[in-house]
């Protein structure tokens, strides 16, 4: 008897413990991407988002540099009417930017030779109008990247790449 009352006290004494509150995951409504990813896949499709944010703004940095190196130039040529050792290294510098961008973008080497009906045949009579049109043509260039997303290829920004690399090349060959 003693053993059953005994018994019985142990099983009141455990019911009377609270139990546990359920965890409950706080999660932030502000910011879907800031959540830790559940699984290897998420945190891989994470990665891949931030790398190609990354490399969309790095285009657009490279289309506001090879604007900057057009204005140069063509503020340099204004000024003393030749090509100096600078200005040909700023030149061989802008065909390396537009090349990546073109890159970039999916476009290649566009080697077709042209009709000479063209803008570039009309801008090629004069240095200064050269240097006019590969301005002009570099703000066509960061027109058409600010409309692009990482999501898209602008043929329109391939183009008017072949068309910067085409007038530079012309200029840097000139002297």
Not at 10 to 15: F, L, N, P, T
């Amino acid at each position: 008897m003693f053993l059953c009352v005994f018994a019985a006290a142990s099983g009141v004494y455990a019911q009377s413990v609270s139990p546990t509150p359920p965890k409950v995951k706080i999660t932030r409504d502000d910011d879907d991407d800031d959540r830790d990813p559940t699984s290897i896949e998420q945190m891989v499709v994470k990665q891949r988002i931030t790398q190609q944010k990354k490399e969309h703004e790095e285009l657009l940095k490279r289309g506001d540099e090879a604007l900057k190196l057009s204005e140069d130039l063509e503020t340099s040529f204004e000024k003393s009417d030749t090509l100096t050792t600078k200005d040909l290294e700023k030149l061989q510098e802008l065909e390396k930017v537009v090349g990546k961008i073109r890159s970039e973008l999916g476009g290649n080497d566009d080697d077709e030779d042209d009709d000479s009906s063209g803008p570039e045949n009309n801008a090629k009579q004069s240095t200064a109008g050269a240097f006019k049109f590969l301005r002009d043509s570099t703000i066509k260039l960061v027109d058409e990247l600010k409309k692009t997303t990482r999501f898209s290829i602008s043929a329109a920004a391939i183009q008017s790449s072949n068309t910067v690399l085409r007038i530079a090349r012309f200029l840097r060959l000139k002297k």
